[in-house]
């Protein structure tokens, strides 16, 4: 994590991912809490600086000059005094920012600088139920892959197939050059992520505009399952600061929306599903963003569903979570979120599952993660049935999901 520290950011790893992440930074803020908890709210206040107007936090901060990635700030043309995408990513920062201050030693100066993020917080997840649900449904949409973190998830197949890839310009991929190509996204799937890049830049970035335009609108439970939980621990968290009416719209979002969450149960696979807001149908796909609904406060027996579905796959897997069912053909267990686990999403599941009493799986996979690292270094991803590391090394979020699990995870009787 100090390897990939550069002052007030942190790069996700060096070379692969230059700049700053968002959901990587919220997350490995909670890693570095643990040893420098003003250095860890430095890490949220950087990228809450470069929230957009209308309230959107953008899914990378280019922060300096790197030719190593693609697609640059030239590709997104988004015109912000230091230049960011203009699609945004799971938002985990409530989240973290009220779990940091819960643990806080030094309370007095967190909590100062925690009352000076509550507003802006608040605020994106007000643009994302403004812009990304407006139907009023309690759910919102993703409109690109890239947004939810699980950039070809097998969850997309079907829709991103209707995604055109015309008039896409030439491009160099710069991802494979750093890693393994059969770890990463297709060149199909990297033309149709260009695509939805270039057709929200040609409408100047008016997010009023973009959830209606895309032919991409997906609603996924495991981002959704983010959102609600911020918003429910930011109420909390306000409540604590005297700031009575975020808690009040706060408290009211995470409702409404766990009980739309009860729309993307999908009794044919046993567990949540996305919803394809364009085909208007559920998808077809038992991946890991149907079982991150357990981070929010979904109703016990769907608790107790995931954690039954979670203990099935580890009869197939050696190592939980693999972010796709192992049984299925699309299964690859070494492509990024088509197979592999990822420490961040295991951390996300176990906490919403102890939560909600299901101990018994939340240690599997709490134990399964350490023995991952123990097998295999602080790698972006691995193969689930070899424990392979995947992807770049040396990753910080990785990193920083360790320190959480050792200094929380129960420990067996
Ligand atoms: C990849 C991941 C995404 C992550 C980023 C930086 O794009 O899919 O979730 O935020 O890398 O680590």
Known sequence: MQRNDRGHYTVPTAGLYPFQWNWDSALSALGFAHFDEARA??????????????????????HQPDDGYFPGP?????????????ITQPPVAGFALARICNRARDTGPVIERARALLPRIHAWH????????????GLVAIIHPWESGRDNSVDWDDAFSRVPTEGVAPFKRRDITHANPAHRPTDAQ????????????SLGWDNARLHDASSFRMVDPGFNAILLRSCADLADLADALGEGEIARQSRAFAQRGIAAMEHLWNPALDQYACFDRVAGQLVDSPSIGGLLAAFCAIPPERARAVAGRIARLGTQARFMVPSHDPTRPEFDGKRYWRGPVWLIVNYMIADGLAAAGEHEVAQRIQTDSIRLIEESGFAEYYDPLTAEPCGGGSFTWTAAMVIEILNTRRVPA
């Open 41 to 62: 709210l430095t890490e949220i206040e950087t990228l809450f600086a470069h929230q957009w107007p209308d309230g959107m936090v953008p899914h990378i901060i280019f």
């Open 74 to 86: 030239d590709v997104w043309g988004t015109d912000r005094p230091v230049p960011t995408s203009g």
């Open 126 to 137: 007000q643009w994302f139920f403004r812009t990304r649900d407006p139907e009023g449904t």
């Open 190 to 201: 990297y033309t149709r992520f260009i695509y939805l890049v270039q057709l929200f830049r």
